[in-house]
């Protein structure tokens, strides 16, 4: 690879006041509002509680240094897991309330919350910096994820479980038309959340090329590419992994400085977001720790 070039530097209210609308269906509106499953990635509300459901999110939320405001346990259960989630609560001095598995399943939307939700601050976003100093402090070149508007919650706690898993210093999403950090988004990360940085932009295309003024080499994900086997990510690298069904913006692409491609030989010729992302993660991983 040649010596890397000097680079040179309404959403409407989905909740509309309705006037026409009954004052008490206004009101019902409010309190489901108040206790459901963080409706945050529609609305972007900084403000409002969320939460961590699943025993192992709960778990690892617990081990670690965020913040909880209460703890609810479902009344009647007797598990491993329950006993070391009361042990972990107790020994931070957090309020512990047990209710009926009902009340859980109204306040998480009918989620498979396991008999066990933390209520929350809304989850913190790290900065661009924040991510170069995980970097710095694991003694390695930066290698960072730049998620182009995933939407399923599902896929981006999946990719920041491998993200994890595989060394990845933080990961970068835009402000506007992608998912957050949900409660959804934690449980299937399984408590990656509580280990990978993500920070939150506001123009993908502006970050990319302070990336670039920063050293990295930015590397995207088309059908028409290089063999993502054959690539090297060694050296400060950031990977963009495209829109569910999108792919990569076209004003994105243009600043990618190469394009992988993942050959296929079956009949499906796509992947899952995902899948793809876990697929190239590991492919970064095994050029930057060769065995």
């Known amino acids: ?18 006037k026409s609308r009954p004052q008490r269906r206004k009101n019902n509106e409010r309190k489901e ?14 403000s409002s509680t969320d939460f961590i459901i699943g025993r192992h999110p709960v778990e690892a ?24 989630i009361e042990s972990l609560a107790t020994g931070r001095h957090l309020v512990m309330s047990t ?8 306040m998480t939307n009918g989620q498979n919350h396991q ?8 989850f913190a976003y790290a900065s661009v910096d ?11 070149a930066p290698f960072f994820l730049i998620l182009d508007s995933i939407e399923d919650p599902h896929n981006l706690g999946s990719i920041l479980r491998t993200a994890d ?17 949900t409660s959804v988004v934690a ?28 050293g990295l080499w930015i590397f995207g994900t088309d059908m028409k590419g290089k063999d993502f086997r054959q690539w090297n990510a060694t050296g400060p690298t950031a990977l963009v992994i495209g829109n569910e069904g999108k792919g990569i913006s076209a004003l994105l692409k243009k600043t990618v400085d190469e394009m992988l491609t993942i050959p296929m030989v079956g009949h499906v010729q796509s992947l899952n977001a995902s899948v793809a992302a876990s697929l190239l993660i590991y492919a970064g991983f095994n050029s930057r720790h060769p065995l």
């Open 1 to 18: 690879m040649a010596e890397k070039q000097q680079r040179n530097g309404q959403h409407n209210d989905r909740f509309n006041d309705h």
């Open 33 to 46: 509002r108040d206790v459901k499953v963080t409706q945050k990635s529609d609305q972007n509300d900084e």
């Open 61 to 84: 939320a617990l081990a670690s240094d965020q913040q909880i405001n209460k703890v609810f346990i479902q009344e009647g259960l007797r598990a491993d897991a329950i006993r070391n």
């Open 99 to 106: 209710v009926p598995k009902k009340k859980l399943d109204f």
């Open 115 to 122: 008999g066990v939700v933390l209520t929350i601050p809304p």
């Open 130 to 140: 924040d991510l170069f100093a995980k970097a710095e402090q694991a003694q390695e």
């Open 165 to 181: 898993a595989a060394g990845v210093h933080g990961v970068i999403i835009p402000k506007r038309r992608a998912v957050g950090l």
């Open 187 to 214: 449980k299937t990360s399984t408590g990656a959340i509580e280990h990978v940085p993500v920070a939150r932009v506001t123009n993908l295309v502006a970050t990319v090329k302070e990336l670039k003024d920063r």
